[in-house]
């Protein structure tokens, strides 16, 4: 006899409801450097970004949809299949910037440990949220505008949440 609550198979009630839409979770995420370090916004880390957000849609249908870039941390919003494993695609993409950084001369430590991550549950949640991501530039005294910060975008559309 097994016990139900410890099945691989068994979810929390409150994330069984996510799991029966006709889309896959839309996960909030945010992730910082070690230390608070300022090392992320240039185009160098920007380019890393966005080639390995657009190979994962490609080779994998995981689709990344707005993002921002800080100087210390990275805001963005993913979506894979059912079977996506959210750690594992973080973690490559943070080696894919690690490697960027390496070669630019950074030898610390790169990545504060962890991530925070959020499944969204309507597309309002998702426009609150990109709403308030997409002024984090403004707010910490970086540019004027939201929308002349160099190091956000969105690699494929995503509507509903």
């Given at each position: 006899m097994t016990d139900q609550n410890h099945s691989p198979r068994h979810r929390p009630p409150r994330l069984s409801i996510i799991h029966q839409t006709p889309f896959p979770p839309l996960y909030y995420i945010t992730f910082c450097t070690h230390r608070?370090?300022?090392?992320?916004?240039?185009?160098?880390?920007?380019?890393?970004?966005?080639?390995?957000?657009?190979?994962?849609?490609l080779e994998h249908g995981v689709a990344v949809g707005r993002y921002v870039?800080?100087?210390?941390?990275?805001?963005?919003?993913?979506?894979g299949h059912y079977g996506f494993r959210l750690s594992y695609w973080i973690r490559g993409?943070?080696?894919?910037?690690?490697?960027?950084?390496?070669?630019?001369?950074?030898?610390d430590t790169v990545w504060q440990e962890g991530f925070f991550d959020h499944a969204l549950r309507s597309s309002e949640s998702y426009s609150k949220k990109w709403d308030y991501v997409w002024k984090n530039p403004v707010r910490k005294g970086l540019v004027k505008e939201p929308d002349d910060w160099p190091y956000s975008g969105e690699i494929v559309r995503i509507d509903r949440a």
């Open positions: 608070k370090r300022h090392i992320l916004a240039n185009q160098e880390v920007h380019n890393a970004f966005q080639e390995y957000s657009n190979k994962a849609r870039i800080m100087p210390d941390h990275i805001h963005l919003f993913v979506r993409l943070r080696r894919a910037i690690s490697d960027v950084l390496k070669t630019a001369g950074q030898t």
